[in-house]
């Protein structure tokens, strides 16, 4: 019984992370892992600009590597496995990690295997929560995806609802930088909405009434950007805490009532939250009440797991290899792959 060591590599956007994950009674535990991120260079710019995030991915990988091989005390010829992530992501810079990963694999002969960014959010869950009960539903909600996902078995699944248009993450980043209040949108918005009224300005809840599992926010986001204009062509001021708050709780409940009707028609044992819009806090502790009052359990991913990191992508690895996947080396990266 020879230990497990899975080198994991994350390039999916603008974080180069790196981990190495081994097995502890059945389940993933990290060894060692690091996240650089790359907020810094993208930030006068609004947004991530995919050409400077595949650079900065190159330069990082390889001392990123070593060094997270060198603190989990592993050398190269013990891993028993390298994974990386295949997509949805920014095309140059996943295949940064893409490369590495399958490079490693190829001259130390082990498996590899091609992970799905989602399904990483989801399996963060799993590297702090034992005993995570089965069915549940999952709502990861990221700046590229918002997605209601019912998992009858651990890696059976089926997607009961997702966004029609903008991801709840990308509502948050583009009301910010309307706002002017930075980037990422998410930590900003909720940092100004401690200071405001969540009452003062009615917004839209879209798709609340309807029968259905899926989201939108496009509507949200223009009757903000709607309201701005109108204040101002009457000359008032904007308050921006005011605003920000409201439209943090226009976001969360509009989550909130398509998870509801999933928990009643599906009638599942736990919720998970995963994605970088779970580390906003209103979001966490409207989802404690929702699953209070339905008895079921919720788990959340910690806040520094809820963003991009590589941990995450070897704990998805973890349970796919422990189901005997692996991928050939002729694999090749997708910007746009679905759950
Ligand atoms: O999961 P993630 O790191 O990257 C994607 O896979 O997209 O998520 C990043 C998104 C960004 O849109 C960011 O604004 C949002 O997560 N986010 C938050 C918070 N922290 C990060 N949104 C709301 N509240 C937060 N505290
Ligand atoms: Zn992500």
Do not use: W
């Not at 990308?170 to 209040?181: G, M, N, T, V, Y």
Request: proline letters at 4%; charged letters at 20%; glycine letters at 8%.
């Amino acid at each position: 019984n020879e230990a497990e060591f899975i080198l994991a590599l994350e390039t999916s956007c603008d974080e180069t992370s790196a981990a190495v994950i081994t097995s502890r009674d059945g389940r993933p535990e990290i060894i060692s892992h690091e996240v650089a991120s790359q907020i810094e260079a993208h930030q006068k710019f609004g947004g991530v600009v995919p050409e400077i995030a595949s650079r900065r991915h190159l330069e990082l990988i390889r001392p990123m590597i070593d060094s997270t091989l060198e603190q989990a005390g592993v050398d190269s010829t013990q891993l028993t496995a390298t994974a990386a992530t295949r997509g949805p992501g920014l095309v140059g810079a996943l295949l940064v990690g893409f490369a590495a990963g399958k490079a490693l694999a190829y001259a130390e002969k082990i498996p590899f295997l091609g992970v799905n960014h989602i399904a990483g959010h989801i399996f963060a869950n799993f590297l702090v929560h034992e005993d995570i009960e089965l069915p549940f539903l999952c709502l990861t909600v990221s700046g590229g995806h918002t997605d209601l996902i019912y998992f009858s078995r651990m890696i059976e699944y089926e997607i009961l609802g997702r966004t029609r248009d903008d991801a709840a993450g990308e509502a948050f980043d583009k009301i910010s930088r309307r706002l002017e209040l930075g980037y990422p949108g998410g930590p900003a918005i909720e940092k100004k909405a401690r200071e405001g009224n969540p009452n003062a300005v009615e917004l839209p809840r879209a798709l609340s009434e309807s029968e259905t599992y899926d989201f939108s926010f496009s509507g949200l986001k223009t009757a903000v950007i709607n309201y701005i204009h109108n204040q101002q062509q009457k000359g008032n001021e904007i308050d921006t805490a005011d605003l920000s708050a409201s439209f943090q709780r226009a976001v969360i409940e509009s989550l909130l009532p398509q998870v509801e009707r999933a928990i009643k028609n599906f009638e599942p044992e736990a919720l998970l939250l995963a994605g970088g819009v779970s580390a906003n806090s209103l979001l966490r502790s409207r989802f404690e009440s929702l699953t209070e009052k339905h008895e079921l359990s919720l788990y959340l991913p910690p806040l520094d797991l809820c963003t991009d990191n590589a941990a995450m992508i070897g704990a998805a690895a973890y349970y796919q290899l422990a189901a005997g996947h692996s991928h050939d080396l002729g694999l090749d990266v997708r910007a746009n792959l679905s759950l």
